[in-house]
């Protein structure tokens, strides 16, 4: 069991590291060296777990998705109204990619890897597109969304819009703004896939769930 133990340990030392050297160089300039450096362990130790980039990379994408959907595991509970819950799942984005190596990394390994998948071979975009899908379904049955509005047709938007809020922040070196990008991009397009009456509700809302992560 100790032996067991030390192995874990060593091989989240290997992702902990893996993760920063790719969130700071990328996947392509990123280098095994590097990450056996920043982890400081022995480069036997690294390849006892992951035989290769690539795959230490998709386990980083595991790791990181797994975080993030555990982060958003009360957004998933059906009490809870489905546009809040969309709201919210872009601001743990922006938080997460702003505050945790390991997200960052998963979500710009994504990117850069090109199949979207982590060792496991699930597509985790497709799986988040899923999510969108089902909760926008939710939110149009709900009263919340416009009734006319097509669930897969709004739950892929909503997911090219938080892509795309966070591709632009990783492109620009300005991660740091990513929760406030995401509060303006639920104020321009909420009055186009809400109800009339309920557009001022569901902006304020997102502001103040820009304010737990703005002071």
């Not at 984005?93 to 699930?122: C, F, W």
């Amino acid at each position: 069991m100790a032996r067991q133990a030390r192995a874990e340990i060593t091989r989240d030392s290997v992702l902990a590291g893996a993760a920063d050297v790719f969130l700071r160089l990328g996947y392509a300039n990123a280098s095994l060296s590097e990450i056996i450096s920043q982890s400081n362990v022995t480069k036997g130790a690294l390849y006892f777990h992951f035989g290769s980039k690539e795959e230490l990379a998709r386990a980083v994408v595991d790791q990181g998705n797994e975080r993030l959907v555990n982060a958003c595991q009360g957004f998933f509970d059906p009490r809870v109204p489905a546009l809040e819950a969309a709201i919210g799942i872009t601001y743990v984005v922006a938080d997460l990619t702003m505050n945790d190596p390991m997200v960052g990394a998963s979500l710009k390994l994504t990117h850069q890897i090109g199949d979207y998948r982590g060792a496991s071979g699930e597509n985790v975009t497709k799986n988040w597109g899923e999510t969108h899908r089902l909760l926008s379904e939710r939110a149009i049955a709900q009263g919340d969304l416009q009734p006319e509005l097509d669930p897969e047709t709004i739950g892929l938007l909503l997911q090219e819009m938080t892509a795309g809020v966070h591709i632009t922040a990783v492109g620009t070196e300005s991660i740091d703004q990513m929760a406030v990008r995401m509060e303006r991009m639920w104020y321009f397009l909420l009055p186009s896939i809400v109800p009339a009456e309920k557009v001022a509700y569901f902006r304020e809302f997102a502001a103040r769930r820009l304010r737990r992560y703005v002071p």
